[in-house]
């Protein structure tokens, strides 16, 4: 564990940031959940589980909440370690539970053939499992090899679902409707971009920083990530899933 103590202003940024973050993913739960009437039966599974991914997030950012808050006494303007360690393993477990529904979210959202859902939902998930079981060793690890190396070992099956997204799921994008591909391309591109943030902000501590810092740059990082990844995409899905209800009951959307 890091000797330093974040400063005040790191321990409120981060306190916040969690804060912030727990509303957000149980608002986007109670909105997904409730716009389900709104979507075919088709699209149904896609939005509950959008909902069910939030709801997940909701609960560890609250514990990741509450564990921030034990950690730390914070009084007089001073912030001192309360000798209970900060548990960074709620994020992993989360993680472990929410990126295979992510991926197959955005599957199911695709309507493929029942063969191709299958097929892919299960080499997604698996592979999404395998990305954030061998990047757990090097996150709690104390040395920079010992982190590298788990990380690459991660950086595989991550490569693969992001091959896998770009290719494979781009040539179904081609059958979408037309009112959907700008927004099922938009799905992937965020999705893209905030899975691409991860294994940066995991090599946070391969720059010379201060522990504090280093902590601060990863709470915060995965934090943002987590939101766009979760929240965002969520509510992307939702909006795919809403159009083409739409599209395939009256043939046309309404516009927007
Ligand atoms: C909701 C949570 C999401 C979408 C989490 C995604 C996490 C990753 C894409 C993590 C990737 C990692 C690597 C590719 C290498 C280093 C270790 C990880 C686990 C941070």
Redesign the pocket.
């Known amino acids: 564990m890091e000797t330093a103590i974040v400063s005040p202003f790191q321990y409120s940024l981060i306190y916040n940031a969690f804060s912030f973050t727990f509303a957000t993913m149980a608002a986007t739960t109670i909105f997904l959940w409730f716009g389900r009437s709104q979507v075919s039966a088709a699209y149904k599974n896609a939005v509950t589980i959008s909902g069910l991914v939030t709801a997940i ?1 909701a609960y560890h950012y609250l514990r990741i909440f509450e564990s921030w808050e034990s950690a730390y006494h914070y009084v007089n303007g001073v912030v001192s370690a309360t000798g209970i360690a900060f548990n960074d393993a709620y994020r992993y477990v ?2 472990l539970l ?2 295979p529904l ?1 991926l197959i979210e955005l599957v199911l959202v695709m309507r493929l053939t029942r063969e191709e859902t299958v097929q892919k939902g299960w080499r997604l998930g698996l592979a999404a499992a395998l ?2 079981v061998l ?1 757990y060793p ?2 709690i690890a104390s040395d920079i090899p010992t982190r590298a190396l788990w ?1 690459t070992l ?2 595989i099956p ?1 490569v693969y679902i992001v091959w896998e997204l770009f290719s494979g799921l781009g040539k179904s994008i081609e059958r979408q409707p037309e009112a959907v591909r700008g927004l099922v391309k938009q799905a992937r591109l965020l999705t893209f971009a ?2 691409g943030f ?2 940066i ?2 090599m946070a501590p391969y720059a010379n920083l201060a522990g504090p810092d280093v902590e601060t740059v990863i709470q915060i990082g995965y934090t943002i ?2 939101l766009i ?2 929240a965002g995409v969520g509510l992307l899905v939702f909006a795919i899933a809403a159009r083409k209800s739409e599209v395939e009951a009256h043939g046309t959307p309404h516009a927007a």
């Open positions: 997030a989360d993680w929410t990126v992510l990305m954030i990047g090097g996150e990380g991660s950086a991550f905030s899975w991860y294994p902000v995991y990530a987590d990844a979760k």
